[in-house]
Nanobody
């Protein structure tokens, strides 16, 4: 069994900062890509940022220059530092990890249940 648990979502004022985290637990052999997605009310889920096991990073245009994704492999955790937050960043943020479990040949994607980020004055 593998679980991803996000934390750190909060209400923050426009222009503020927030760091959210996602930790994986369970029978995990290795973790390849890690990423953050978000879904605002009435909209489809969209990519925010991803980081590969080699440290290569891709950001959505909306995140460039404001958000920073990082990972701690020893802690099986991915972070998203968000600065200069805007009202349009309000969404549920989900983490995604591509994980290999002990005893399994194939990797698969796992999703967390999400953490709410609200940007409002």
């Amino acid at each position: 069994q593998v679980q991803l648990v996000e934390s750190g979502g909060d209400l923050v004022q426009p222009g503020g900062s927030l760091r959210i985290s996602c930790a994986a637990s369970g029978s995990i052999s290795s973790i390849n890509g890690m990423g953050w997605y978000r879904q605002a009310p009435g909209k489809e889920r969209e990519l925010v940022a991803v980081i590969t096991s080699n440290g290569d990073i891709i950001y959505a245009e909306s995140a460039k220059g404001r958000f920073t994704i990082s990972r701690d492999n020893a802690k099986k955790t991915v972070y998203l530092q968000m600065n200069s937050l805007k009202a349009e960043d309000t969404a549920v943020y989900y983490c995604l990890m591509n994980i290999a479990r002990f005893g399994n040949i194939y990797n698969r994607d796992y999703w967390g249940k999400g953490t709410q980020v609200t940007v409002s004055s």
